[in-house]
Structures are given as structure tokens and as C-alpha cells.
């Protein structure tokens, strides 16, 4: 049996089927926040930590964390369709990245204003010059120059592909800024750095925060595949089976 | 295929410097945004040195920023650019042409002109001699990524910002470690030498990596 692995590159076969996903990616998301959230504010432990514990404000770990992490997941994925659009020349994938820009945009920008909130109680100051804060606000101007130039190109084949290629340079550049970042001073950088390993972390907060973690992938699945929906519109606005879809919708 | 890197090295070279108020332009700015900040900050010796290095690099940044814009405008708006892309030469090499050629009008004047800027922070000696070295090899890699950006941005209404968008955050490298040699210089223990090899290391990833991307940008941008 041979794959036809271009079948749902179409954007008239994939935007039904995106249509059809985008209630159960609503329905898990909404669920598992709501888990997630319920379990990481009421059933954990109080406070952190020893001898300077954190007190109830850790709490906000539970949206921070999985925010920061679909943040760079979100940039993986965006320049990973970019890549895809680049060698395929598929019109679906430079669709599929631009519609994951503004999640991702957003996530990193929920990251940095929980991580300031925190910060205030625990460092005493909203903003620090902390590698982890610094990488993530570069990783925001990262997004917003990507959505930047895809939308100050009229041309929307130019504006695809000029926007792919930026997002995969930003990609061979940020493991080069998070090292700059991380350890501007290269004579001390084996005690500088930074780790963080999710194995450390007590299971009872672990398992709260993947599930908020999954809980917003799923959120983003929706809102990626909603955003999707519109681009396809669109963009495909001259072709019969969008008009038929559009007279459907509004007789419905 | 060195006669053609050659070819728009001098075709460059000639054309700046038949109307050379643009390379002075770009230096002016540099000198101008170094006077400024001792005007914002106070002037008290001390607090200059200590900032010095950082504001030399950010100007640095903004000046080289500035001038990429008419990297390959010119030529764009002229339709030179369209015959480069048809020559069936490397395109890739015409670019680095292109791009040395912006350096040496651009980047090296700035690094001849450290010296006079280090005096106004009271920097020492070897602070003078790191920061030319840094923005020797520094100056370099900010016309290299720039060039990506100046050709993703070509002929967009509202260019210039638009590019300082796309660049600016690429450039944190670079600035990080060469503004860093510059002030550890000042502590007489500390090793410069991981600073350079660093940027070293930039500038033969970018020389290798860029020009290949800003070709492809070209391509993106001109088909």
C-alpha cells in the first residue's frame, strides 16, 4: 500500500478535517486546564523550598512554566513548518506557520508577565536581567519579527517564503543568543550554568503542571487550526469549493 | 571564480566612493550617538568606563544597522540587482563581494575611529587595542547577518524599522562578547583571549552560513 503523505497537504482536504478537530482540541484543552489548574491551586503543597520557602505565590509556576515551554515548543513547530514550505513548496505548511506565530507570540508574552508577577514577591523586582527572562523576551522579538515582515509583504508567495527563511535563521541563531545570553562571560561558564531538569521536580507539581502543559498544547492545536481555517479562506477565496463552503456556512 | 567576487568588490568600492558623504554619514552617526550618552548619563569618569564599552558596541550596532539598507537598494532600484541574480554566477559569492564592500566602507571606519571614541570614556590602552580587535572582528558578522535582513526587507515600504526588527535580536552575540572583551580588559587577571576566539568563531560561521541565506533571501525577494 503505498502513503499518499501530500493527501491533507491540500488546503480544500484539510480544511474540513481541521473544522472537525477543532472542538475536541477546545473540549481536552478547556478540561485539562481546568484539571491541571483546580489540582496545582488547591491540592499541592503550600509553600516551597526550605529554609526561604515560597510561599503560596509558587503557585503561579503552574501557568508560567507550561507557558514557557509551549513557547519554544511553538517556535520548533513554526520553524519546522517554514522548513517544510521551503522544501516541499506546499502552500499549506507556510499557512500552518504563519497561523502558529501569534500562539506562540502569545505564550512567550504570558511567559514573561508571569515570570514579572513572580518575580515580584520572590526577587522583590518585576524584572531581572536573568538569562532564563532574557532568552524568553528575545525569543518574543523573535515572533514579533517574523510576524513583522510577513505582514509588511504585500506578495503573499514573497511574504511565505521571506518569513520562512527568517524563522529558520532565527532558529540556527538561538542556541548561539541563549549561549551569549546564558554566559557572557566565557572564562566562567562551566559554574554559570544554568539547569533546569524536570526530574528534580517533586512529582506532586510535576504532574499538575504537565497536565496544564498538555492542556494548553491542546488549546494551541484549537487556536492554530481556528486561525488555520481563516488563512484557507482566504487565501483560496477565488477557488468554487470555498464559495460553496461560505454559502453553506451562512444558509446554515 | 575570484575574478567575480573581485569584480563587485571594486564595482562597489568605486561606486561609494564617488559619493562619499554616504560612508561619512554612517560615521558621523557613530561618533554622534557616542557623544550623546555622556550628555544623558553625566560625565563623571568612572560611570563612563564602566559603560564605555557597551555604548561604543550599541552604536556600534545601530550604525552598521543603519547603513544596511542601501546595501543592495541601489541596485535594486536600478535593476543591477535582477542582472547579478541572471550572470549564472555563484550568487552566494556576489553577495560576500557585496558584503566585504559594505564592510570595508562601513565597518572599518568605525573600528579606525575606536580610538578617538575610547577617549571620551577614559578607556586605557589595552582597552583601546581589545576594542579595535573586537570590532575588527565584530563589525564583520553585524554586515553578514545584516545582509539577510536587508535582503528579506528589500523594497518594503518602511524598511529601515522593519529591519532593525528582523536584525537587532541577531546581533546579541556578537554585542555580548565584544562589549565583554572590552570590559574585562580592564581587570588585569582576566583573559581576553575566549572573547576573541568566540568571535573569531562568529565571523567564520557567518562568512560561511550568511551569504548562502542572503542569496536565498535575494532570490525570494526578487522572483
Redesign the interface.
Known amino acids: 500500500m503505498t502513503i499518499n503523505w501530500f493527501k491533507f497537504a491540500s488546503p480544500a482536504a484539510f480544511y474540513p478535517i481541521a473544522g472537525r478537530l477543532i472542538p475536541w482540541f477546545s473540549g481536552i484543552a478547556l478540561a485539562l486546564v481546568l484539571v491541571g489548574l483546580f489540582w496545582g491551586f488547591f491540592l499541592t503543597a503550600d509553600q516551597l523550598g526550605g529554609s526561604n520557602p515560597q510561599k503560596e505565590y509558587y503557585r503561579i509556576i503552574y501557568v508560567h512554566v507550561p507557558a514557557a515551554w509551549m513557547s519554544m515548543w511553538l517556535y520548533l513547530v513554526l520553524a519546522g513548518w517554514s522548513a517544510i514550505g521551503l522544501v516541499f513548496n506546499t502552500r499549506l505548511s507556510f499557512m500552518m506557520a504563519k497561523a502558529v506565530a501569534p500562539t506562540g507570540a502569545i505564550f512567550t508574552f504570558l511567559a514573561l508577565w508571569t515570570g514579572a508577577l513572580w518575580g515580584r514577591p520572590s526577587w522583590g523586582t518585576y524584572w531581572d536581567w536573568d538569562p532564563r527572562l532574557t532568552s524568553e523576551l528575545l525569543l518574543f522579538f523573535l515572533y514579533i519579527g517574523y510576524i513583522a515582515l510577513h505582514s509588511a509583504i504585500d506578495d503573499t508567495r514573497r511574504a511565505d517564503r521571506a518569513a520562512a527563511l527568517l524563522a529558520i535563521v532565527g532558529l540556527v541563531m538561538v542556541p548561539v543568543i541563549f549561549l551569549s545570553i546564558n554566559c557572557p562571560d566565557p572564562n566562567q561558564c562551566a559554574s554559570l550554568h544554568q539547569r533546569s531538569d524536570p526530574g528534580s521536580i517533586h512529582l506532586s507539581i510535576l504532574i499538575p503542571m504537565l497536565t496544564m502543559t498538555l492542556g494548553l498544547w491542546s488549546y494551541s492545536f484549537a487556536a492554530v487550526f481556528a486561525r488555520l481555517r481563516t488563512i484557507i479562506l482566504t487565501r483560496e477565496s477565488d477557488n468554487a469549493w470555498v464559495r460553496d463552503v461560505i454559502a453553506q456556512e451562512t444558509t446554515a | 571564480m575570484l575574478k567575480v567576487f573581485y569584480c563587485v568588490l571594486s564595482r562597489d568600492i568605486t561606486l561609494a566612493l564617488r559619493r562619499r558623504t554616504d560612508v561619512l554619514t554612517t560615521l558621523f552617526f557613530f561618533i554622534i550617538v557616542v557623544s550623546l550618552f555622556p550628555l544623558g548619563v553625566g560625565s563623571e569618569r568612572e560611570q563612563l568606563r564602566m559603560l564605555g564599552p557597551g555604548v561604543v558596541w550599541v552604536a556600534a550596532l545601530l550604525a552598521s544597522m543603519l547603513a544596511l539598507e542601501r546595501l543592495f537598494a541601489a541596485d535594486y532600484d536600478d535593476g543591477t540587482l535582477e542582472q547579478l541574480l541572471l550572470t549564472g554566477q555563484p550568487l552566494a559569492l556576489l553577495v560576500l563581494g557585496k558584503v566585504v564592500a559594505h564592510w570595508l566602507l562601513t565597518g572599518l571606519p568605525l573600528v579606525l575611529i575606536a580610538p578617538l571614541v575610547a577617549m571620551q570614556y577614559h578607556l586605557s590602552g589595552t582597552a583601546v587595542w581589545v576594542m579595535m580587535a573586537a570590532l575588527a572582528l565584530g563589525t564583520p558578522v553585524l554586515s553578514l547577518?545584516g545582509a539577510?535582513g536587508a535582503a528579506?526587507?528589500l523594497g518594503?515600504?518602511?524598511?529601515g524599522i522593519?529591519l532593525s526588527?528582523?536584525i537587532?535580536?541577531?546581533y546579541?552575540?556578537v554585542l555580548?562578547?565584544g562589549a565583554?572583551a572590552v570590559s574585562?580588559s580592564a581587570i588585569e587577571i582576566?583573559?581576553t583571549q575566549?572573547?576573541f576566539?568566540?568571535l573569531s568563531a562568529?565571523l567564520m560561521g557567518s562568512a560561511l552560513?550568511a551569504p548562502l541565506?542572503a542569496a536565498?533571501?535575494l532570490r525570494?525577494?526578487l522572483?
Open positions: 547577518i539577510i528579506l526587507t518594503l515600504r518602511g524598511g522593519l526588527l528582523l537587532l535580536p541577531l546579541v552575540p555580548v562578547y565583554g574585562v582576566a583573559d575566549p572573547y576566539y568566540l562568529f552560513l541565506a536565498a533571501a525570494i525577494s522572483e
